[in-house]
């Protein structure tokens, strides 16, 4: 029940294209939904992060659409551009004081030029 | 504002070994989190330090474990080294136990020979 299901594992779109990742999730008491950009050799960045009484937020190019019913969240990357190319995970976070992030599989975005 | 310092960078332990790896959080920052990366399970919580008490505890073996110090900074052990140990062990610290903002640092490399 804690799991986070992510996909497609691997991505690849032209430069202006729109990139798209869904997540799935089972546990109704994560409470926080943040999608993390991961180049190699670095550790994982917040990119964007949405509440369950919010269904869409938009920063820049970047949108997480979230479907409260069906327990399901995706990230839209408008205009990709070839500095996008990383691997990208969604992640969920349990509510209370002991939280913890349960992350999904991961997409490995590539954006040709 | 420095970000999340973790040392070192890599480090080849071989098996039955013990390791220890350190990380400095932002400063200001009291909840440290660890979690380890691996291509096969992906990114899992390890577990959370806040007020140099630990909070939380993924599912990992007691060969796991860390502590907090009072200046906020973490490490974290590995008694009796496995092959299966090999992992980027990532660190991320935010403001408050619990609270939603993440911040990882790049990792230590750990590879068990």
């Known amino acids: 029940q804690q799991q986070v299901k992510q996909s497609p594992q691997s991505l690849i779109v032209q430069k202006g294209g729109i990139s798209i990742i869904n997540c799935a999730y089972e546990n109704t008491a994560f409470d926080y939904f943040p999608w993390y950009q991961q180049f190699p050799g670095k550790g994982p960045a917040l990119l964007i992060a949405i509440r369950p009484d919010v269904s869409e937020k938009k920063e820049g190019r970047f949108t997480i659409s979230f479907n409260k019913s069906a327990k399901q969240f995706s990230l839209h990357i408008m205009d990709s551009q070839p500095g996008d190319s990383a691997t990208y995970f969604c992640?969920?976070?349990?509510?209370?004081?002991?939280?913890?992030?349960?992350f999904g599989s991961g997409t490995q975005l590539t954006v040709l030029p | 504002k420095a970000g999340v310092t973790q040392t070192p960078r890599y480090l080849i332990k071989t098996r039955g070994q013990q390791v220890t790896l350190s990380c400095s959080p932002i400063?200001?920052?009291?909840?440290v989190s660890w979690y380890q990366q691996t291509p096969g399970q992906g990114l899992q919580f390890l577990f959370e330090y806040f007020s140099e008490t630990q909070r939380n505890k993924g599912n990992f073996p007691g060969r796991f474990s860390g502590r907090q110090f009072s200046n906020s900074r973490s490490e974290m052990n590995v008694s009796t080294l496995e092959l299966g140990d090999s992992a980027l062990y990532l660190c991320?610290?935010?403001?408050?136990?619990?609270?939603?903002?993440?911040?990882f640092g790049s990792g230590t490399r750990l590879t068990v020979v």
């Open positions: 992640a969920a976070s349990n509510s209370g004081s002991a939280r913890q992030l349960t």
């Open positions: 991320a610290s935010s403001p408050l136990q619990g609270s939603y903002g993440y911040t």
């Open positions: 400063s200001g920052h009291r909840s």
